[in-house]
């Protein structure tokens, strides 16, 4: 069974920082990439950002400079380092894997979600 379970949502101020997690099956981290997503009230879900098995990253341009995406692969689990927050990335984050995801299109596995929020 896959599993993906996101953690390290909260409320923060605007400029400050967080650090998601998504701890995921080892079965399926170990060869495919995982992307992180965002679904904001009354907004489509969108992606924030990828990283390879081989560990290659690539970012949408709202988030570059702020957010960094990696993984330990010995651990199994992936983060995003997100800085300088601002209000406007305040959403619920997914965590998303499968084969797809190395193209930058959705995976077949989702995690629950955590909430970032962000005050101004």
């Known amino acids: 069974q896959v599993r993906l379970v996101e953690s390290g949502g909260g409320l923060v101020q605007a400029g400050g920082s967080l650090r998601l997690s998504c701890a995921a099956s080892?079965?399926?981290?170990?060869?495919?990439?995982l992307g992180w997503y965002r679904q904001a009230p009354g907004k489509q879900r969108e992606l924030v950002a990828t990283i390879t098995s081989a560990g290659s990253t690539n970012y949408a341009d709202l988030v570059k400079g702020r957010f960094t995406i990696s993984r330990d692969n010995a651990k199994s689990t992936a983060y995003l380092q997100m800085n300088s927050l601002k209000p406007e990335d305040t959403a619920v984050y997914y965590c998303?894997?499968?084969?797809?995801?190395?193209?930058?299109?959705?995976?077949?596995?989702w995690g629950q979600g955590t909430q970032v929020t962000v005050s101004s």
């Open positions: 080892a079965s399926i981290f170990r060869f495919n990439a």
């Open positions: 998303n894997t499968g084969t797809m995801v190395a193209s930058r299109l959705p995976g077949d596995y």
